[in-house]
Structures are given as structure tokens and as C-alpha cells.
């Protein structure tokens, strides 16, 4: 972040994905991963008309995040839920609360 502007400098958000979240195939780009390839969140136009959904499972971030922020429920409980991994309902938490920031 720009400390003298309260900005975030553009080299720091757009670079890294563009060199590690973007897959390519042998027609050009074919799905990006916003968050890394490390991540498990993905934007795939195949899946969900290209809406964010958790890699290999096509459930959408929204929905997972809406399933956590429900009272009572925790990230163990969505993650049975969805037969999912704590760490997807983790990355898909911290990717939806990122788009509202």
C-alpha cells in the first residue's frame, strides 16, 4: 500500500496474478486464480459462467460464504456440509470478505 496516498499500488495486487494465478492452454488464458495457484478459489468461464467457486468441486465462494455467516456455524460444520476441506471454506471466507473490502 501507498502509504502517502492510502492507495494499494497496482504491482503489488495485479502483478502477482498475472504471473501466478493465470493457467494457460494452447488457445491462451483458460482460468485465473485471484488468490494464487495455492489457493483454492478459481474463475473458470467452463464453470459457473465464470463465477469464483471452489477448484475441483464447481461450488460457488457466495454460497459458501453465506453458509458460514449463518448463525451457529463454523468452518468445520460448512466444510461437512458441502463435503469440503476446512481450508476451502477458509479460502472462500477470506476471498468473498476481500470482494466487500
Known amino acids: ?13 495485479i502483478k502477482p496474478t ?5 493457467e494457460y492452454g494452447t488457445d491462451g488464458a ?6 494464487g495457484k495455492r489457493k483454492t478459489i478459481v474463475l473458470d468461464p467452463a464453470l459457473q459462467f465464470g463465477t469464483p467457486v471452489i ?3 464447481g461450488v460457488p465462494t ?6 458460514y455467516m ?4 463454523d468452518q468445520d ?4 456440509i458441502f463435503d ?13 470478505e476481500r470482494l466487500a473490502a
Do not use: H
Not at 501507498?2 to 503489488?12: A, G, M, P, T, Y
Open 70 to 73: 449463518a448463525e451457529g456455524r
Open 55 to 57: 477448484s475441483g468441486t
Open 62 to 67: 457466495d454460497t459458501i460464504y453465506a453458509s
Open 84 to 96: 469440503l476441506t476446512p481450508k476451502m471454506v477458509t479460502d472462500a471466507v477470506d476471498f468473498e
Open 30 to 35: 483458460i482460468r485465473w486464480f485471484p488468490l
Open 77 to 80: 460444520m460448512v466444510a461437512r
Open 1 to 13: 500500500m501507498d502509504d502517502l496516498r492510502k492507495q494499494f499500488v497496482f504491482s503489488d495486487i
Open 18 to 22: 498475472l504471473y501466478e494465478g493465470i
